[in-house]
C-alpha cells in the first residue's frame, strides 16, 4: 500500500509539474521573458479620468504582471529598474486611419514602423491592405519592431473607381465574392469607397454580415449617409457624407457632391440638421473617425513651404515628399487664395460637427490618414489629439480616441487600451499629465511594446538613422 501511494503521489507531481510547464508555453509570459519594473510613477489607466499617483508598474513578457502603490508592490528580483518619478504612464497609442506603404516589407521602407513608435503609437488600423500588409503583420508578430497591425483589404469601389488600384465591384455577385476572399486571406475590414451603387454595397453589407466581418469606409454617394447609418457601417471615415446632412438650403453648393462642393458644403451648417444627424448616428452606433489632420495640411504655396521645413519632415523619404507634390498638383494647383479660405472655413465646420458628436455621446476614434500631404507617421497623431481638444473634447476624451476608444472598436478592451494587471504591456512613459494638456502626450521618456523597452536614447538613436537614410536617398535622387 506505502508504494501505492508513493507511486501515485510522484505521478500526481509529474502531472502537476506538466501542466505548469504547459501553462507556460501557452500563455505570452514566461519566467525567462525580462521584467521591467517603473518606480514611483503616475499611471493614467484610462478606465476613467483620474491619475494613480505614486506606483509602481511591473511588466514581464508583454503582459502587466503587477501595479499598486509603491511603498507595497513587490518587485521581481530581476526585473529592470525604471525611475518614473515625475512621469507618467499612459497605454500605447493607436492611430486608427493610416495607409502603410506597400513595400513595407523592404527593411529600407521601415521608415513609417519606426516613426509610429517613436511616437508612442503602438497600433495601427491600416485602411488599404494588400497581402504584404498580412506578411508585415506576421513579421512584427515575431518580433519585428513596430505596430501591431489591424488591416483592410484592398479598398473596394464601383466602376469607374476613383482610384485606379481599387477593386471594382460593379454587380451584388461580385461583391459578395469579394467579401468572402477577403475574409478567407486574414483581413480584418472591409473597406468601402465613394462610387458602389446602392445594390452592390447592400450586397456588401449583407455578406459581410454573414462572414461576420465588418465593413469600414466612405459613404458611398448612391447610398447616402443616412443609408450607411441604417447599414450600421462600423466606421465612417472623414466625416464622409456628414456635408451633405448639415448643409444649410441656401448654401451655394446645394445637393453637388463633385470633390470641390464637399469640402465648401461644411461651411455652411445648419444646427437643428447637425443635431438631428448626431442622434441619428448615436442610435446607429456607427463610430467617426474625422481625420481632422489631414485637410488642414492643405495650404497655399508660402505655407507648404514652411510645412517642408518642419522637423519631422526630415524623417521623410524623398520619394514620399515628391508624392506630396503630386497631390499639389491634382488636387489643389487651382485654388485660389479665396478657396483655400474657404477650406480653413471647412476645417472649423468639421470641428463643429465632431464637437456635436461628441456632446451627444457618439463614439469617435482618433486617426490622420498618414502619409499624406505633411501628415507625418506618429507625429500627426498627436497633432489629430490636439485637434480633437480644440473641437470640444476634454483632454481626456482626447486621449480616449487613441487608446480606450480605439481598442473598445476592435474588439480588444479585454486586453488593450486601458493600463491594467493582465493587459499587453503595450505603453509609453511621458512627462506631464496628459489630462490637464494633451501634448504632454508628445513629451516622451520611452516605448514598451510586446517586451521591448525603448527608453529616450534609443528613440533618439532610431530617429537619428531615420534624418541620416533620408539625407543619403535626397543625395541619391539629385
Not at 228 to 237: F, I, K, M
Amino acid at each position: 500500500m506505502p508504494s501505492t501511494v508513493s507511486s501515485i503521489s510522484s505521478l500526481l507531481r509529474a502531472v502537476c509539474f506538466l501542466a505548469l510547464v504547459l501553462r507556460s508555453f501557452a500563455g505570452t509570459e514566461r519566467p525567462t521573458d525580462p521584467a521591467f519594473a517603473f518606480l514611483h510613477v503616475s499611471i493614467v489607466p484610462m478606465d476613467y479620468n483620474h491619475v494613480l499617483k505614486e506606483q509602481t508598474l511591473v511588466v514581464r513578457g508583454d503582459r502587466i504582471t503587477a501595479m499598486g502603490p509603491s511603498d507595497t508592490t513587490e518587485i521581481p528580483p530581476d526585473a529592470i529598474r525604471i525611475d518614473g518619478a515625475n512621469k507618467y504612464i499612459i497605454p500605447g497609442l493607436a492611430d486608427m486611419h493610416v495607409h502603410l506603404q506597400r513595400d513595407m516589407g523592404k527593411s529600407s521602407n521601415s521608415w513609417m514602423l519606426s516613426l509610429f513608435i517613436a511616437n508612442g503609437v503602438t497600433t495601427v488600423r491600416n485602411m488599404w491592405g494588400t497581402p504584404d500588409h498580412l506578411l508585415l503583420r506576421k513579421e512584427i508578430e515575431s518580433g519585428r519592431l513596430g505596430p501591431r497591425i489591424f488591416t483592410s483589404g484592398p479598398v473596394i469601389d464601383g466602376s469607374p473607381p476613383m482610384w485606379k488600384a481599387s477593386v471594382v465591384a460593379d454587380t451584388p455577385s461580385v461583391a459578395r465574392d469579394l467579401v468572402i476572399s477577403q475574409k478567407q486571406e486574414g483581413y480584418d475590414f472591409i473597406k468601402v469607397y465613394s462610387r458602389l451603387k446602392a445594390d452592390v454595397y447592400d450586397a456588401i453589407v449583407a455578406t459581410a454580415k454573414e462572414q461576420n466581418i465588418r465593413v469600414v469606409g466612405h459613404t458611398p454617394l448612391s447610398v447616402g449617409l443616412k443609408g450607411v447609418l441604417a447599414a450600421r457601417q462600423a466606421s465612417v471615415e472623414h466625416l464622409d457624407g456628414y456635408a451633405n446632412e448639415v448643409e444649410t438650403a441656401d448654401s451655394p453648393v446645394y445637393g453637388k457632391t463633385d470633390w470641390y462642393s464637399q469640402m465648401i458644403a461644411y461651411s455652411f451648417v445648419d444646427r437643428a440638421k447637425l443635431q438631428r444627424i448626431v442622434r441619428e448616428t448615436g442610435e446607429a452606433g456607427v463610430w467617426n473617425c474625422p481625420t481632422l489632420v489631414t485637410m488642414s495640411k492643405w495650404v497655399p504655396p508660402e505655407e507648404k513651404r514652411a510645412l517642408l521645413q518642419s522637423p519631422e519632415v526630415a524623417y521623410v523619404p524623398t520619394a514620399v515628399q515628391e508624392s506630396w507634390e503630386d497631390l499639389y498638383r491634382v488636387q489643389l494647383s487651382g485654388f485660389s487664395r479665396l478657396d483655400f479660405l474657404k477650406l480653413r472655413r471647412s476645417d472649423e465646420a468639421r470641428s463643429q460637427i465632431v464637437g456635436a458628436l461628441n456632446s451627444g455621446g457618439d463614439r469617435i476614434l482618433a486617426g490622420t490618414d498618414t502619409p499624406n500631404a505633411f501628415v507625418v507617421p506618429g507625429y500627426s497623431l498627436h497633432e489629430e489629439l490636439a485637434k480633437l481638444v480644440g473641437a470640444g473634447l476634454t483632454p481626456y476624451q482626447a486621449l480616449s480616441t487613441a487608446t480606450r476608444n480605439a481598442a473598445d472598436f476592435l474588439g480588444k478592451l479585454d486586453e488593450s487600451g486601458t493600463v491594467a494587471i493582465g493587459k499587453r504591456a503595450d505603453l509609453v512613459l511621458i512627462d506631464g499629465d496628459p489630462l490637464v494638456d494633451i501634448s504632454n502626450a508628445n513629451n516622451i521618456a520611452g516605448v514598451l511594446v510586446r517586451g521591448r523597452w525603448l527608453p529616450a536614447t534609443d528613440l533618439n538613436k532610431l530617429l537619428a538613422e531615420l534624418r541620416n537614410r533620408a539625407k543619403e536617398t535626397a543625395k541619391t535622387v539629385q
